[in-house]
């Protein structure tokens, strides 16, 4: 039987078939979501060894004042440590929850420098001129740095990562501002209130 000159050869085929493509249709894993992910890793573990610290520390502390500060800062650690290390695990796995953690996370943080900007402008008449700069300094590079990983996990290959390339970006952060918001609220309250006076 004579071989077909115009049928391709049969290794050929095989060997295109085998090429590696991406897992399930899914776009390939972002170099920032690597970074990302080892990054709130860390600081979920972090956030969990502080948290150990501060409920050591309560045996230590029995003033009033001293013990709801020290169960405000578990608290506040229990649930960063949480936030880190499940939104680590979620964007290394590809999640639609993890990325909504991750940018929950990074909408939170912007507004909680927003914040901080907004109360210390009522202390600004009480520091120095050189205390003023460090601080807007600093402020303004947290802010630029949170505001950035944001954008990035709002770009379209790693929204496409997590197959979320339909997902409009001002109906994303509407829910997550308003979260954000409620919690900053709640926290803003709770120092001004609760721990500024002994229970």
Not at 21 to 43: E, S
Not at 156 to 182: G, K, T
């Amino acid at each position: 039987m004579d071989v077909n000159p115009y049928q391709p050869p049969a290794e050929s085929a095989a060997s295109l078939a085998e090429e590696p493509g991406p897992a399930n249709g899914r776009a390939p894993r972002p170099v920032g979501i690597w970074i990302l992910a080892g990054l709130h890793l860390l600081a979920g573990l972090l956030f969990a060894t502080a948290a150990g610290l501060f409920v050591w520390q309560l045996d230590r502390f029995r003033a009033d004042l001293m013990e709801a500060f020290l169960w405000f800062a578990f608290v506040v650690a229990s649930i960063m440590a949480l936030i880190g290390l499940s939104s680590s695990v979620g964007l290394w796995r590809g999640a639609r929850w993890g990325w909504w953690i991750a940018s929950f996370y990074y909408v939170w943080a912007v507004l909680g420098v927003v914040a901080d900007f907004l109360a210390m402008m009522s202390r600004m008449s009480f520091m120095d001129t050189e205390s003023i700069a460090v601080v807007l300094a600093g402020k303004l590079v947290q802010l630029v740095i949170h505001a950035l990983i944001l954008a990035y996990l709002f770009k379209r290959n790693v929204r496409a990562f997590y197959r979320l390339q339909s997902l409009r970006v001002d109906r994303a952060l509407i829910p997550l501002v308003v979260i954000a918001v409620i919690l900053l609220t709640v926290t803003y309250y709770v120092t001004s209130t609760q721990l500024a006076n002994p229970l």
